[in-house]
């Protein structure tokens, strides 16, 4: 059975030792050194990984994040690529249910971070694991949007979200579509077509978590 939260894990880590700890990425204000810091603490630190979701707890969750991003840079890689089995979310039993799409994401962050970059050309199994997180990714990121959207991959099917008004169809493949709906709207190639005043809004749009 093929692991691709494992072989992301592995292309991103690699990837960082290459570009090294000061290389941009797509998080605005964050290079490869803060991406890193924040996939050790959602994965070693749940008390400051609990910062990610409730503001209350932000704070104390970035000033941890920025002591780790701190330390060594090869030992920071290093705990990405090797995560602890008792993790809450990379233990063996839900590695790939909860890290398959966060590091496809991350790995794209990285490579999309520069001036030259080009979609992958994804394997069958890998975009098929990506379009079974988008219907339930847009449903949530977009319940209040006014419009009414179609979101399209051709080859594997649609969903239909947002909070209805003018129509609005997204088209990309499973892979784009979930960097569009992440948040990362401008690096990610997909077509927008629909009634021009909600397909621009939909391009600004504060998406992802």
Do not use: C
């Not at 000033?63 to 030992?75: H, M, P, Q, S, T």
């Amino acid at each position: 059975m093929p692991r691709y939260a494992r072989t992301e894990r592995a292309a991103l880590a690699q990837l960082m030792i290459e570009v090294g700890p000061d290389a941009p990425t797509v998080n605005e204000g964050w290079v490869t050194r803060d991406l890193a810091a924040h996939l050790v603490v959602r994965e070693r630190r749940p008390d400051a990984a609990a910062g990610i979701l409730l503001p209350p707890l932000r704070g104390y969750g970035e000033r941890v994040r920025r002591r780790i991003a701190a330390g060594d840079w090869a030992a920071l890689v290093d705990q990405v690529r090797r995560p602890p089995v008792w993790s809450p979310v990379s233990n063996p039993l839900v590695d790939e249910v909860t890290n398959t799409m966060e590091f496809f994401i991350h790995h794209e962050d990285v490579r999309r971070g520069g001036p030259r970059w080009e979609p992958r050309d994804l394997p069958t199994g890998l975009e098929g694991a990506l379009w079974r997180r988008v219907s339930p990714m847009a449903r949530l990121a977009l319940r209040n949007f006014p419009a009414a959207l179609t979101i399209r991959a051709p080859g594997h099917g649609k969903v239909e979200a947002g909070g209805g008004g003018e129509p609005v169809e997204v088209v990309g493949t499973p892979g784009e579509l979930v960097i569009f709906f992440s948040g990362r709207q401008r690096v990610s190639r997909v077509e927008v077509d629909g009634d021009p005043e909600a397909a621009g809004r939909l391009r600004t749009a504060s998406l992802g978590f």
